[in-house]
């Protein structure tokens, strides 16, 4: 799992969040795909031999969402 996180480290235009379940990302669908490709990869440079990978896309377009976003928007909702 550090390694994976290693090479988010390292991408350009990918804003990330570690979670107890996983990681999300953040960013143009085509830098994503290509970190979770890279992410997907580190483990078998350390010699693992098998490597189980799942990616959920969420892609709305008819308006701009963040991460943050969505934590501030249910927030909003606890607080009424």
Known sequence: MAGCLSVLQGAEGITWQLTP???????ELDQVLKAARHMHEQPFTAGIQRVVTTIRIDDRRDRELTMNGKVEAVKTRLEK
């Open 21 to 27: 379940m996983g990681t999300i990302l953040e960013g």
